[in-house]
T-cell receptor, first 116, second 114 residues
Framework: DTGVSQDPRHKITKRGQNVTFRCDPISEHNRLYWYRQTLGQGPEFLTYFQNEAQLEKSRLLSDRFSAERPKGSFSTLEIQRTEQGDSAMYLC??????????????FGSGTRLTVV | AQKITQTQPGMFVQEKEAVTLDCTYDTSDPSYGLFWYKQPSSGEMIFLIYQGSYDQQNATEGRYSLNFQKARKSANLVISASQLGDSAMYFCASEVYGNNRLAFGKGNQVVVIP
């Protein structure tokens, strides 16, 4: 078990470009979550998947954002037509359905996006 | 909606001393969990300790303990015998059971000095 992996660790992009991030959860975890963390703030929930189904999306997830988890394993988060306000750390977490608390969420190291 | 409040300014702590980080939460749901995470400069959110709303005793994990005062909706983290590696941001978070997400506070910056 290598934990939750995110790729890339850092991404610098020009405004208007599209970017895609990848998250590989812990293999036996069937739930996967995306959070966004802006400077000086705590992480904010964006969306979560149970297996391949996207069950909930936050209002923070504008139409320019799309997340997928095609085979219930890894997930991708794409941002189209990036804006400077999209600059943030994007954190992925995974968990096993029905287990919260001490057995709950495992986070990755995040992808830090800078839009210039 | 869940709301987590962490209002302390950045803190400097002498190595080997204890530090208390304040956290208050606001939820009307009776079933919830409270978490503390550590975020070093590398960015990863590292789970430290968990307290369930129905737990009778305060949670402890090694040098970490959670001072849970349910009536005051307070869940303060105590780090004993601070080490240089404890320098990081610390986040308090809550989860209402069944909501499938964490609500985080803004964090507390801790710097441990030798």
């Amino acid at each position: 078990d290598t934990g939750v992996s995110q790729d890339p660790r850092h991404k610098i992009t020009k405004r208007g470009q599209n970017v895609t991030f990848r998250c590989d959860p812990i293999s036996e975890h069937n739930r996967l979550y995306w959070y966004r963390q802006t400077l000086g703030q705590g992480p904010e929930f964006l969306t979560y998947f149970q297996n391949e189904a996207q069950l909930e999306k936050s209002r923070l997830l504008s139409d320019r954002f799309s997340a997928e988890r095609p085979k219930g394993s890894f997930s991708t988060l794409e941002i189209q037509r990036t804006e400077q306000g999209d600059s943030a750390m994007y954190l992925c977490a995974s968990s096993l359905e029905g287990f919260t608390g001490i057995y709950g969420y495992t986070f990755g190291s995040g992808t830090r996006l800078t839009v210039v | 909606a869940q709301k987590i409040t962490q209002t302390q300014p950045g803190m400097f702590v002498q190595e080997k001393e204890a530090v208390t980080l304040d956290c208050t939460y606001d939820t009307s749901d009776p079933s919830y969990g409270l978490f503390w995470y550590k975020q070093p400069s590398s960015g990863e959110m590292i789970f430290l300790i968990y307290q369930g709303s129905y737990d009778q005793q305060n949670a402890t994990e090694g040098r970490y303990s959670l001072n849970f005062q349910k009536a005051r909706k307070s869940a303060n983290l105590v780090i004993s015998a601070s080490q240089l590696g404890d320098s990081a941001m610390y986040f308090c978070a809550s989860e209402v059971y069944g909501n499938n997400r964490l609500a985080f506070g803004k964090g507390n910056q801790v710097v441990v000095i030798p």
